[in-house]
Structures are given as structure tokens and as C-alpha cells.
């Protein structure tokens, strides 16, 4: 049976994209580690592993359903895990609604048989992958900003020797406060 690799993230704006991959390069050496190229760069809010095409329909029947306001999010922490031997660029305070859409979009996914880490969810962006030795990390003051209005589904693909990601669909936040609408006349 076919499958896909799959993840829902947050795709960032193109042009945050370019000041991320400039930052990168101005703070980071090159023997740091691999870079992950723009185009690539994401915010994973739950990895679904390798799916079959019905539970990827079925997943995204379910992703098109989350009512969810859009929110704020603050890229303004970095980081090095050298398990996973990567630097990434996250928030010192995840918001509320970004820790809801990961928890709902995991628990979805782990309902229809995509395992999902134990470990805590730690929202970030891989900069650079195969960082296996010590990396200075920059001192605290660089900071981004974007408001987070849709989430996607995306497909990892493997060719010629590159990892691409794919959109495969994605889906709107709301503009307004759900408690608002409940509200409404």
C-alpha cells in the first residue's frame, strides 16, 4: 500500500523566509551544520509519519473542521539539540492558540495511528540539521513577528538528492474570537 510522509506545520512568509536564511548565515559558521533551504523552512505542529492516502483523507477531513482564531507568533529563542543534532529557531513563550492547534491536530493523529512523540511539544524551526558539534548560539535580541491566519498539510519528498516540501492543502484560522460568534445576534 502506497503512503506519503505527512506533517502539519505552519508555513512562514516568504520574505521571512529570506531574513531568516541571511540571519542564519550571518550568525551561524557554515561547518555549524547543514542548512535547511528557505523554501523549507516550517513550523511543525504534529509529524504524522508515513500515511496511507484514506487516513490522510480522513485526517484532513478533520483538519478542515477546527474552528480556531488566528494568533500572534514571536520567533525570539534559539537553540541546539545535539540529539536530534540540530539548531533551531523558536518562541520563548508559545501562544495559547498555537499550543491548542499542535494538541488537537497530535491527537487526531495519534486517534488514527500516527504515533506521536512523548515527549512535550516544543514549537521551533529547524535552521540547520546535522549540527553535531557544539554551536555558540547568538546572544538574545533578534526577534520576528507574523500573525498565523492558516495551517497545512504537507508531504515530504525525496529527489535527486533533495527533500522538498510539499503543500497539500491548508486550512484558515478564523479572524474573530470563536466565543464572539457564539455571541453574535
Given amino acids: ?3 506519503q510522509r505527512l506533517f502539519f506545520a505552519l508555513s512562514l512568509p516568504e520574505d521571512m523566509q529570506q531574513q531568516l536564511v541571511r540571519w542564519r548565515a550571518d550568525t551561524f559558521p ?3 551544520g547543514v542548512p535547511v533551504a528557505a523554501a523549507n523552512l516550517h513550523l ?3 509529524f504524522l509519519g508515513d500515511v496511507t492516502a ?6 484532513q477531513t478533520l483538519a478542515s473542521r477546527i474552528i480556531q482564531p488566528g494568533f500572534d507568533l514571536d520567533l525570539d529563542d534559539a537553540g ?4 536530534p543534532s540540530v539548531v533551531w529557531l523558536g518562541c520563548q513563550r508559545a501562544p495559547r492558540g498555537l499550543l491548542q492547534l ?3 491536530l497530535r491527537a487526531q493523529a495519534a486517534r488514527h495511528g500516527c504515533h506521536q512523540s512523548p515527549q512535550p511539544f516544543h514549537p521551533h524551526i529547524t535552521l540547520l540539521r ?13 526577534h520576528w513577528h507574523f500573525r498565523v491566519s492558516r495551517f497545512s498539510l504537507f508531504a515530504s519528498e525525496y529527489s535527486r538528492g533533495r527533500t522538498r516540501y510539499r503543500a497539500l492543502a491548508s486550512w484558515p484560522l478564523s479572524s474573530q474570537d470563536p466565543h464572539a460568534l457564539l455571541s453574535a445576534p
Fill in 1 to 3: 500500500m502506497a503512503t
Fill in 54 to 59: 484514506e487516513t490522510s483523507q480522513r485526517l
Fill in 44 to 46: 511543525t505542529l504534529a
Fill in 130 to 142: 546535522h549540527a553535531t558539534q557544539l554551536v555558540a548560539l547568538p546572544p538574545r535580541g533578534f
Fill in 80 to 83: 541546539h539539540w545535539p540529539r
Fill in 30 to 32: 557554515a561547518e555549524a
Fill in 102 to 104: 499542535a494538541s488537537l
